[in-house]
């Protein structure tokens, strides 16, 4: 992310920063676009802190996070918990929190319903490798398609790059190299894929990650989902942003040639 950041001008940083502050609930926890507060947009708050000269609370939002209950959370707000806690609690995370309850959700509390989906195992496996588990490699054959793109639901004939994203990061060298080619492939002239910002940063970046060029640069859209206030939004002809998509925005202004 910070090679993105680095890419913004410094007035776009200062307005982000101004918005990641005023994004911070009283309460400690970050809000989302209806203004409460909420563990998802949390990390990506906490994600956007990272950045140079961010001032936030984190007294409060340790305190506000501590109160959570870890066994009424899905598998998407359980990592979103342990990669805040990680973020404030850099050196003592792992001894401090238990990771054991990640081995016990149930199926329903995966997307899609679905513990062994590219994107649910992406997830959990890349949580447990944090941790010091280590995770086998994953059958994904009933995911992938013909043209070596992946799904999120079995025995589909349209890939998702959500998923082919995440597969990339679980597949032996050779799979991988023919879906990161495969996903490449998929990227529009525009620098886009799929038509939106989530799923242009979350393909560029698992490109960025394993060496591969995307075809074209995204800054032009990139710069049509940014908002006056600083935040990115999911399309260009959105009205608002908020700390998920700018979090999207600026992964994907490193990752972009």
Known sequence: ??????????????????????????????????????????FFGLLLSLMPDMKINRKTCRHALDS?????????????????????????WKLKYDISHLHSLPSTAYPHANPEAPYSRFLRDMLLNDCGEKTSLPDLHEYRLPNDLYSNLKNQTIYNVNATAAAAFLLPDELRRQTLNALSAEQAEDGTFGGNLLSTAVALFALQSHQTNARFSAKGYLQECLRENGFFAPMPDAPEGDLEYTVYGVLAMGATP
Do not use: N
Request: charged fraction near 20%; hydrophobic fraction near 35%; aromatic fraction near 12%.
């Open 68 to 92: 959570i209950d870890l066994h009424s959370l899905d598998l998407i707000h359980f990592c979103a918990f342990f990669r805040s806690q990680r973020i404030l609690h850099p050196f003592t």
């Open 1 to 42: 992310m910070l090679q993105g950041w680095r890419r913004m001008s410094s007035k776009a940083q200062d307005l982000v920063r101004q918005g990641v502050v005023a994004t911070q609930g009283t309460g400690g926890l970050f809000c989302g676009r209806g203004g409460q507060e909420d563990l998802y947009y949390t």
